[in-house]
């Protein structure tokens, strides 16, 4: 399953980005973030459901770029693409993060109560497939978050309860 | 971010009604403004929710260290009014079992 949406995202020709943001890396963009996707999910007539789990899922990914790999530095900057096809709605997230290792992200376990920690799984868990493609050369990241449109296959999430 | 407390010292209660967003860029007001007014013993704390209209990790962070600092000087937290999507959000982590939320 994962990789047939991998490959359904591969094959996304170029017109499929409907928008892309270059985006200052500082705390105060997330509320604006917030607004642009909801008004990019309302434009397109993807319903309502879906605005609620993609603000959640791309706050968490902004906040852990903001927080984690630029350590609140606004001088530092990323980019935020939205892709759709008919079957996919994608938000793609560019930014610089020598050293990250997706696989070493912790799994958290929830009945130990911690403060942090749950960003990632909140967006695994909301999203229907998210991949971490990295560059150790230029320590670009790449990260894909994708819900399937108009899919019995979709994980749901919280907004759709 | 709004935040306004109201007191009831004969009940030893404190209300705090919130109002805006909870991501990292707010938290810290909201933290910084119950972790001043937390009181020697046993107090109760109330977060009214009902004008919070979006909540993600940070701000339930902010609130699990909230409740272990109260739980600290034997007080009690209690959430108040979530709206379903904040509320959805404390399910996906099952922290709803760890707050009382009313």
Known sequence: MQKRIQKMIDQMPPNATQMKMHVKGSSETLALIRRVIAACVQHLKLGDPLINDIKLATTEACTNVIKHAYKFNDAMSFELAIKTSAELFVVEVFYQDPGFVPEKIPVPNLKEIKEGGLGVYIIRSIMDHVNYITDAKSGRVRLQMVKLLNSKESTGGPGEN | ?102
């Open chain 2, 1 to 102: 971010m709004k935040i306004e407390c109201k007191i009831d010292s004969d009940k030893k209660i404190k209300v705090f009604q919130v109002e805006g967003e909870l991501d990292v860029h707010h938290v810290k007001n909201l933290k910084a403004e119950i972790m001043d007014s937390i009181e020697p013993e046993g107090w109760t704390y109330e977060i009214d929710m009902e004008k919070v209209a979006y909540l993600d990790s940070s701000g339930l962070g902010m609130l699990v260290y909230i409740k272990k600092e109260i739980g600290r000087h034997n007080g009690k937290l209690r959430i108040l009014h979530l709206n379903e999507q904040v509320l959805n959000v404390f399910k996906l982590t099952k922290l709803d079992e760890f707050f009382e939320i009313a």
